[in-house]
């Protein structure tokens, strides 16, 4: 079955960049429509972050508009996140997911997720 | 704060039934198909319900799902201590362009 990875630093410097990657195995990542990123302050509920199609197409949040760049690589089945600019807001875990392949678009659902990995902002 | 708005939490005793609203509006919930999401602390979350009640291979029955309007209801019926977990909402927001989560719902199962 599918399965997803996250890997990155688990510590970034205020002001400074979070970059995280999706390795995704078990299947394609040209197979579904839309890999998404989320993310989850400790305590609180999750935030949808962005989603690029396996075509390079994206859609981020607006709220983060501007700090955000997803990217995919599909020669290495990957999918990757870049954040810049990051303050303690920042500070989260940051999950990777698959919308499921009969979703063209919106949030219909989304599996599998990837465990998870916390990255903290801070010096 | 989020934009589908969820009960902090709920609890019942073991073997009842349980219901978990979710609430937003006609650009999201009204708009869009409704996913359900559990999740046990620490650990990633897992897919309950997509496409408004439609439930992935290996989901008992006990869990189901409805929409009406610009509201979305999760049930859980034979409630088990395995279910205690945070169970969170999703869905599209047209005005946003965006998906959005509820702030999630604490299951306590006494």
């Known amino acids: 079955q599918v399965q997803l990875q996250e890997s990155g630093p688990g510590l970034v410097e205020p002001s400074g960049t979070l970059s995280l990657t999706c390795a995704v195995s078990?299947?394609?990542?040209?197979?579904?429509?839309?890999w998404i990123w989320v993310r989850q302050p400790p305590g609180k509920g999750p935030e949808w972050i962005g989603e690029?199609?396996?075509?390079?197409?994206?859609n981020y949040n607006p709220s983060l508009e501007g700090r955000v760049t997803i990217s995919v690589a599909k020669s290495s089945n990957q999918f990757s996140l870049r954040l810049t600019s990051v303050t303690a807001a920042d500070t989260a875990a940051y999950y990777c997911?698959?919308?499921?392949?009969?979703?063209?678009?919106?949030?219909?659902?989304?599996?599998?997720w990837g465990q998870g990995t916390l990255v903290t902002v801070s010096s | 704060q989020s934009v589908l708005t969820q009960p902090p939490s709920v609890s019942a005793a073991p073997g009842q039934k349980v219901t978990i609203s979710c609430s937003g509006s006609?650009?999201?919930?009204?708009?869009?198909?409704v996913s359900w999401y559990q999740q046990v602390p620490g650990t990633a979350p897992k897919l309950l319900i997509y496409?408004?009640?439609k439930r992935p291979s290996g989901i008992p029955d006990r869990f189901s799902a409805s929409k009406s309007g610009a509201s979305a209801t999760l049930g859980i019926t034979g409630l088990q201590t395995g279910d205690e977990a945070d169970y969170f909402c999703?869905?599209?927001?047209?005005?946003?362009?965006?998906?959005?989560f509820g702030g999630g719902t604490k299951l306590t199962v006494l």
């Open positions: 997911a698959r919308q499921l392949p009969s979703c063209s678009n919106g949030l219909c659902g989304v599996d599998p």
């Open positions: 078990g299947d394609s990542i040209s197979r579904a429509n839309w």
């Open positions: 690029v199609s396996p075509g390079g197409t994206t």
């Open positions: 006609i650009s999201n919930i009204g708009s869009h198909y």
């Open positions: 496409d408004n009640y």
């Open positions: 999703g869905t599209w927001d047209r005005g946003l362009s965006a998906g959005v």
